[in-house]
């Protein structure tokens, strides 16, 4: 089961990559982004929109990443519990 996770992941990765050339190669013109009036970098119109979309992943699983690790420490706390009170339960 491990092994099949591992396959999906590469297959997701390779389909994320296939993508995001796709993306490149069909917007290829060039944009220039001006920041306080100094123009910063002139990039494809697909790379720009490929950082903005990473950026937005990151920005959303940074903004989760603390409710998850909340979640995941109440669950190991009430498996450890549930793990104490069936070693105490009578047997019957």
């Not at 190669?25 to 123009?39: C, D, Q």
């Not at 989760?64 to 104490?84: G, I």
């Amino acid at each position: 089961m491990n092994k099949i996770k591992k396959i999906g992941w590469v297959v997701i990765v390779l389909l994320a990559v296939l993508v995001g050339c796709w993306v490149v190669l069909e917007n290829p013109e060039a944009i220039t982004v001006k920041l306080f009036g100094f123009e910063v970098l002139t990039m494809p119109a697909g790379l720009w929109l490929l950082i903005a979309f990473a950026m937005g992943c990151l920005v959303g699983v940074l903004a989760t990443t603390p409710a998850l690790a909340k979640t995941s420490s109440r669950a190991k706390k009430l498996d450890r519990q549930l793990s104490k009170s069936q070693q105490t339960a009578p047997k019957k």
